[in-house]
């Protein structure tokens, strides 16, 4: 039978109940700016009436409403949005890695009208019709050399420059790595809270807005795939390989590769292996498959290029030098080394202009320029990519290539970007903290607060009424 401590005990209700939807409403303002806060709130629902259905309850015709209870704490996020922003995340952060690489590429890489690579060619072979016009001129043997010289200094720089931006893109392979496994970590750790709090009946909140913070960074990094199962546990894989279940975390491990395993058979360059059993990573997406594949692909493609330059005037070069005959009637090879990484005038040469072949072994004239005229002629010829481009003509080709692949690299970038900022909107118009919109619901909860406080006032005036005034009449 409802008594007047019935009305008391609803009145204690509302109270409890909306004085947590206000601290509730504070903890979101508290967090309007907090990176990866999901708003909250709580869920009244009435508590259980009086009385409840029973064959022996008591003889009432009625259910009397007790009150009002917080029933749940909602974290308001979509699963669906968190796994396409995680897609585009990853892809987000690959193409940002390959475009940022391309970007310094482009700067070691520099061709103008006036400047680079081509204009060096240029000179290279000017020089060599310098020597066609006057044969027996020191002076114009002397450009020849210092044309030469200059032009494989800035072959072996700009080979320089691009291995020192592979080792760079490795160092932040290496580097990315070690931050994936700490997050794993940490993902883990969260993982045996969440689950203990949740199978405690608690609503773990704040933790789940700390793991999914982590597992953003975990597909910017790597492009996880996350499965949650449902009770509070995240299973993060990464190329088909668990990487973190439960409290448990796996970690990878960036180890030297063999030489002959790297496309330009660098020995210091890295792989990315699972420590527990040494098999490949498997990197798809993600800033680290960025890092690899400006490494291994995009950077390797000009260095390539400029090898097969290198090792296109070693040998058209030396084929015609090396059996031309200078003014003191020997005959030398021009250039020396096997590539990019080492071409450079021969030193025999460069130290004696005389020994500057411009004349045929088979030449009576004192004055023939045959062969010289020959290596000149060189600029003309179809000698690189099986035949079909000149030296000039390739290394447009390259030039070209090269800003295609930036300018690929820029638009993908630009793309998956806009996506992602797309989805992170959505996302905030749902997850995110308003303070309007927490201002109007702080006002409304305290008002329903003060008219709480003011019906507990009146049942305590009732039942102090009973209590200490009933049986006083007439006294």
Do not use: C
Request: charge should be negative; proline fraction near 3%.
């Amino acid at each position: 039978m409802p008594t007047i401590f019935s009305g008391l005990n609803v009145a204690l209700r509302a109270l409890l109940a909306h004085q947590q939807a206000q601290l509730i409403t504070n903890h979101n303002i508290a967090n309007a700016n907090t990176p990866g806060y999901s708003r909250q709130e709580a869920i009244l629902s009435p508590a259980a009436p009086y009385t409840p259905p029973a064959m022996n309850r008591p003889g009432m015709e009625l259910q009397l409403g007790a009150g009002v209870s917080v029933t749940n704490i909602r974290r308001f996020t979509l699963d669906f949005f968190d796994t396409r922003l995680r897609t585009e995340l990853s892809a987000s952060a690959e193409w940002d890695e390959r475009s940022a690489a391309l970007r310094q590429v482009q700067a070691v890489l520099p061709e103008s009208d006036t400047t680079g690579l081509g204009v060096r060619l240029d000179a290279f072979w000017s020089a060599w019709q310098g020597v066609v016009s006057d044969p027996t001129s020191l002076a114009q043997r002397q450009i020849v050399i210092n044309s030469g010289t200059g032009l494989t200094q800035m072959i072996q720089n700009r080979y320089n420059a691009l291995h020192a931006a592979r080792e760079s893109e490795d160092q932040q392979l290496v580097a990315a790595v070690n931050q994936l496994n700490d997050k794993a970590q940490a993902v883990a750790r969260l993982n045996s809270q969440i689950i203990g709090a949740i199978g405690a009946g608690d609503e773990p909140n704040d933790l789940l807005d700390q793991r999914d913070v982590l597992l953003d960074q975990m597909s910017q990094l790597s492009g996880v795939t996350i499965h949650l199962p449902g009770n509070g546990d995240a299973y993060v894989s990464l190329g088909g390989h668990i990487m973190v279940a439960g409290g448990q975390a796996q970690t990878l491990s960036a180890v030297i590769q063999n030489p002959l395993s790297d496309p330009m058979g660098a020995p210091t360059m890295h792989k990315i292996i699972w420590q527990s059993d040494g098999s490949d990573a498997g990197l798809s997406s993600g800033s680290l498959a960025g890092a690899r594949a400006a490494r291994d692909v995009d950077v390797v493609r000009q260095m390539q290029n400029l090898d097969s330059l290198a090792q296109g005037l070693i040998a058209q070069v030396n084929a015609i030098h090396s059996t031309a005959v200078g003014l003191d009637g020997t005959s030398n090879a021009f250039f020396i080394g096997t590539g990019a990484r080492d071409i450079a005038v021969n030193a025999v040469v460069a130290n004696a202009p005389n020994k500057v072949g411009a004349a045929s072994a088979a030449a009576t004239l004192p004055g023939d320029a045959s062969q010289a005229l020959a290596i000149a002629q060189l600029s003309q010829s179809l000698v690189m990519s099986g035949g079909t481009r000149t030296f000039n003509s390739f290394l447009a080709d390259a030039v070209a290539q090269l800003g295609t692949d930036a300018q690929r690299a820029k638009v993908e970038s630009i793309n998956h970007t806009v996506v992602k900022d797309a989805l992170t909107r959505q996302k905030q118009s749902v997850a995110g903290v308003s303070l309007d919109e927490e201002a109007a619901r702080l006002v409304q909860s305290q008002r329903a607060y003060e008219a709480a406080a003011r019906a507990l006032t009146a049942f305590d005036e009732m039942a102090d009424t009973i209590i200490n005034r009933m049986g006083v009449v007439g006294r």
